[in-house]
C-alpha cells in the first residue's frame, strides 16, 4: 500500500514569510498532484510533476519533485492571506495511472 | 461551463437509513471517480467509471455500498444501509482522459455525510 507522509500538519505564519510543505514515501510514484483546497469546497489542481528532479513555478509558488519520486516539496515564498488553505499532494503509482493516493494534507493560515 | 456538481451538500441521516449521492460530471469528461475523506483521515479512491462502465471499484468499502452511472452521464451513490463509520465527505471527480496521467481532475465540493 503507498502511503503519502505531508508535514507539517498545521502551519500558521505571519504574511510576508516563506514556507515549505513537504510530501513523503517510501514508494515511487509515476507522478504527483498539488492540490489546494478551501473550506466547503473540492480540491484544485495546482500542479502536477512526473519527471524526477523537475522543478516547477507557479508565481510564488515552488513545485520540486524527488529525484527518486518518493518525495515532494511545495515551496511558498512571501506568504499572503490569500494563500491560506488546505493543500494536499496526490501521487499515482503502483501499476494505476488513475488512481490518486492523497495525503492528509497541510493546513496553512497566513496572518495579515 | 459549469464544474462537478453534487447533491446534496450534506445529508444526515441515522443508522440503517439509505441516502444517495449524485454526481454531474463536466459534460464531455467520460472518466467519472468517487472519494471520500473521514475525520481525520486522507481522502481515499473508491471507484472509477470510463462512461458507463465501472473500471475500478477496489476501494468501495463493502457491499452496502452501490455506485450507478447509466447512459454514461452522472452518477449515483448510494449507500443502504448507513452506518455510522459511513460518515464523512464524498467527493466526484471528472476527467477527459487518463493514459499517461497528466489529466487533471476536477472535484466537486462534495457532499457531507453525518451517519447518527
Known amino acids: 500500500t503507498q502511503l503519502l507522509e505531508q508535514s507539517p500538519q498545521f502551519l500558521s505564519i505571519q504574511e510576508g514569510e516563506n514556507l515549505t510543505v513537504y510530501c513523503n514515501s517510501s514508494s515511487v510514484f509515476s507522478s504527483l498532484q498539488w492540490y489546494r483546497q478551501e473550506p466547503g469546497e473540492g480540491p484544485v489542481l495546482l500542479v502536477t510533476v512526473v519527471t524526477g528532479g523537475e522543478v516547477k513555478k507557479l508565481k510564488r509558488l515552488t513545485f520540486q519533485f524527488g529525484d527518486a519520486r518518493k518525495d515532494s516539496s511545495l515551496h511558498i515564498t512571501a506568504a499572503q492571506p490569500g494563500d491560506t488553505g488546505l493543500y494536499l499532494c496526490?501521487?499515482?503509482?503502483?501499476?494505476?495511472?488513475?488512481?490518486?493516493?492523497f495525503g492528509k494534507g497541510t493546513l496553512l493560515t497566513v496572518n495579515p | 461551463e459549469a464544474g462537478v456538481t453534487q447533491f446534496p451538500s450534506h445529508s444526515v441521516i441515522e443508522k440503517g437509513q439509505t441516502v444517495t449521492l449524485r454526481c454531474d460530471p463536466i459534460s464531455g469528461h467520460d472518466n467519472l471517480y468517487w472519494y471520500r475523506r473521514v475525520m481525520g483521515k486522507e481522502i481515499k479512491f473508491l471507484l472509477h467509471?470510463?462512461?458507463?462502465?465501472?473500471?475500478?471499484e477496489s476501494g468501495m468499502p463493502n457491499n452496502r455500498f452501490l455506485a450507478e452511472r447509466t447512459g454514461g452521464t452522472y452518477s449515483t451513490l448510494k449507500v443502504q444501509p448507513a452506518e455510522l463509520e459511513d460518515s464523512g465527505v464524498y467527493f466526484c471527480?471528472?476527467?477527459?482522459?487518463?493514459?499517461?496521467?497528466?489529466?487533471?481532475?476536477?472535484f466537486g465540493e462534495g457532499s457531507r455525510l453525518t451517519v447518527l
Open positions: 471527480a471528472s476527467s477527459i482522459r487518463t493514459g499517461v496521467f497528466t489529466g487533471e481532475l476536477f
Open positions: 496526490a501521487g499515482t503509482g503502483g501499476g494505476s495511472n488513475y488512481k490518486l493516493t
Open positions: 467509471f470510463v462512461k458507463e462502465s465501472k473500471q475500478d
